[in-house]
């Protein structure tokens, strides 16, 4: 095949035209052309990618507008219908007939008349706010400890003898015990399930932490004089991110089952506070006669302890950067 070759002249371009003078950059030089990655971006878009977590999520806000707004717009007085002796126990189809029809009836009545649905969810609002906060508590301070006591050999001591002197006392043991010294409350509740609920977190990080806290940059950082604190804090505690959220998918519907587990035996709230382990700890004598005000309750707990746990869980898996390949 023959090729003929071309004279620049023979184009007709200036030399202007045709080059161009181009400046070197040792900084520009180094830099890697790759696609913009972020993290978070990434984590809800393998979340949102599985149609089932939409629909968990829907049904977790329903369950949270329920639980945090509609007692903002409707007042509930559990002794408002003390007097008619009419309204008391009665189902959902009888509610209708006698009260009328409205979302209040919607579950029947309770043992004074009172909306069993308004109820509930002025109860689930309580042990859920009680289950997000034991859960906020014990996550920030096991995180924190946990990452320490996984780094440092002396600290790893010290609370090595702490673990195993507190670990082998049955926790809900413990809890009951705060609860029978002080005085049944909301505060009192939180304080008992905070004041050694964060160790088994605090063990479970530091075992992870002992995993990889011997890798080539967490010995570099240590080398050029990074402290224990920092390292744990950008080294540790972001390569883990994954395991915190799924640890915390399983620690804040367990506080829910604690709850309602404690006022069913009569050591939760305060009498005049409503939560869910109380409405099922009063409808339990008459649950035979009036299976209705014992299984609302129920199932609305089991409902939100299961949707958190779901919702946490793939959003747990989400949140490994292996699945966002």
């Known amino acids: 095949m ?24 040792e900084i520009e030089s180094e830099k890697i052309t790759a696609p913009r ?8 878009k393998v979340f949102f990618r599985k149609k089932v977590n939409i629909f968990i999520l829907t049904l977790l806000l329903l369950v949270i507008i329920f639980s945090y707004i509609y007692p903002l717009v409707v ?44 109820s509930t969810w002025y109860g689930a609002r309580t042990s859920i706010s009680l289950a997000f906060i034991c859960a906020a508590i014990n996550m920030l301070i096991g995180v924190l400890i946990g990452a320490l ?22 926790y809900l043991l413990i809890v009951m015990v705060f ?24 063990y479970f990080i530091r075992t992870q932490v002992i995993i990889i806290r011997d ?8 080398c050029l004089g990074t402290s224990l604190f920092r390292i744990a804090l950008k080294n540790i505690l972001p390569f883990m991110t994954s395991v915190i959220v799924t640890l915390a998918a399983a620690e804040i519907p367990s506080y829910i089952s604690y709850e309602v587990f404690l006022s069913y035996i009569g050591l939760g709230l305060s009498a005049n506070e409503v939560s869910l ?35 946490g869980q793939n959003l747990g898996d989400a949140s490994d950067p292996r699945t966002h390949m």
């Open 179 to 202: 609860i029978r010294i002080l005085s049944p409350s909301f505060i009192t509740l939180v304080f008992a399930l905070t004041i050694t609920g964060w160790l088994g977190i605090a």
């Open 2 to 25: 023959n090729e003929e070759l071309v004279k620049i002249d023979d184009l007709g371009f200036s030399e202007e035209e045709l080059f161009s003078h181009y400046d070197f950059s």
């Open 75 to 118: 007042s509930f007085d559990q002794y408002a219908l003390l007097r008619d002796y009419e309204t008391w126990h009665l189902t959902p189809g009888d509610a209708y007939r006698v009260i009328g029809f409205n979302i209040h009836t919607l579950l029947g009545t309770g043992d004074t008349g009172m909306s069993i649905w308004d």
């Open 37 to 44: 990655y972020s993290y978070w971006h990434s984590v809800f």
């Open 149 to 170: 006591w996984g780094f440092s050999k002396k600290i790893d001591i010290v609370m090595t003898e702490v673990y195993n002197v507190i670990a082998n006392v049955p």
């Open 215 to 222: 890798r080539e940059y967490n010995l570099a950082s240590r």
């Open 277 to 311: 382990g109380k409405l099922i700890e009063a409808a339990n004598g008459a649950m035979n006669q009036f299976p209705w005000e014992f299984w609302s309750p129920v199932a609305i707990a089991s409902i939100i302890a299961v949707v958190l746990y779901v919702a």
